[in-house]
């Protein structure tokens, strides 16, 4: 799912804190960017700021001012937080708290504001929706869909949902999230329209991946000879220092290469240095390619159809041996077609206890 941009998020913890900006223009023509820190009957002073991490104040008289815009901070703030609506499909409780957070604020911040009663109804949207998606329902095509009917569709649900992550990882640039959550896809949901559709997508970010990988490990020799000649120019003591940080960080990107190998991960964590995870990824990434090259356009069975009917089976009215019947065999399909315990567990055991 989409994830909250930082600006978005830094406003959300700073709402009842604006900064504000306003624009003098004198009457020589310069214009002076700031905030008004106090205020005489001839003059202003004038916070401006000289770069990223130094301030200074600036005395104006009133008489040489030919022009003053105030910015209206409330409708800056809203314009930031507008940027969280609507709330994307597959959104969690979490977040939709942040999203309350930020309208609450705005609210608390500004009462005053012509954009007040629009937050207020996009706030109790936003719990309405919450509400529900607490209660077991999903957020889908901009629609709720209600406990009911997500859990007769789990499954396919499901496949969507991570099909929606691997696409948001992929406009986001977090090619490895991307290509981890991709490898669940493959593994959980084989058989369904997510993981066909994602097939040609994924094997085109594996292919600039294994690109980007094979230019960062070509370089590596020159990078370290680089590297080796600005320590040499460094005092004896900064050296010393230095490759000790340097030292440190090695063992930690090792460890982690190591664990990360222990638990099977297909795609290590790339660093500039380590050869290691450079070379397993090209290693993998060419098989990679190859298989999902070889992979038929669409599966040989429906999963989601699958567990639609294990789902119906359970549910249905038939007789208790009918009932059995029909859940065992559905059962065994769901299996043929790839659906994982996962799904299909919690409807065996329901299937179990009912009379």
Do not use: C
């Not at 700021?49 to 008489?63: L, N, Y």
């Not at 314009?79 to 939709?96: G, M, N």
Request: cysteine-free; charged content about 25%.
């Amino acid at each position: 799912m989409k994830s909250i941009p930082l600006f978005i998020a830094l406003l959300i913890g700073t709402i009842p804190l604006p900064i504000l900006a306003d624009t003098f223009t004198l009457k020589d023509g310069s214009v002076i960017e700031g905030s008004v820190v106090s205020e005489t009957p001839e003059s202003y002073v004038i916070e401006v700021q000289v770069t990223k991490s130094i301030k200074d104040e600036r005395t104006v008289a009133k008489a040489d001012v030919a022009k003053m815009e105030r910015e209206k901070l409330d409708l800056t703030a809203f314009a930031l937080i507008s940027e969280l609506v609507p709330a994307p499909d597959f959104a969690s409780p979490a977040d939709y708290a942040e999203r309350i957070s930020g309208f609450t604020k705005f609210i608390t911040a500004y009462p005053s504001s012509s954009k007040f009663s629009e937050a207020k109804m996009t706030l109790e949207s936003f719990k309405a929706e919450e509400k529900e998606i607490a209660a077991g329902a999903i957020k889908y095509n901009g629609l709720i869909v209600q406990k009911a009917d997500y859990l007769a569709n789990a499954y396919e649900f499901d496949a969507r949902a991570l099909e929606a992550k691997i696409r948001s990882a992929i406009a986001t640039n977090e090619v490895r999230t991307a290509l981890i959550s991709f490898a669940e896809l493959d593994r959980d949901f084989p058989s369904t329209s997510s993981r066909s559709a994602m097939v040609p997508v994924i094997s085109k970010v594996v292919g600039v991946y294994l690109a980007e990988t094979r230019e960062l490990l070509g370089s590596l020799d020159a990078r370290i000879k680089e590297r080796q000649i600005g320590l040499d120019r460094m005092a004896l003591a900064d050296r010393k220092d230095t490759e000790g940080a340097i030292k440190e960080e090695a063992t930690l990107i090792e460890k982690r290469y190591v664990s990360e190998k222990a638990l099977l991960q297909p795609w290590p964590t790339i660093t500039p240095f380590h050869k290691a995870s450079m070379t397993d990824t090209i290693q993998f990434g060419q098989m990679e390619l190859a298989r999902l090259a070889a992979l038929p356009a669409t599966p040989a069975a429906d999963g989601a159809k699958a567990y639609r009917d294990v789902y119906s089976a359970v549910n249905s009215g038939n007789d208790a041996a009918a009932k059995a019947t029909a859940v065992a065999a559905a059962l065994t399909a769901a299996k043929a077609a790839g659906v994982p315990d996962r799904h299909l567990a919690p409807l065996e055991a329901s299937a179990n206890s009912k009379p």
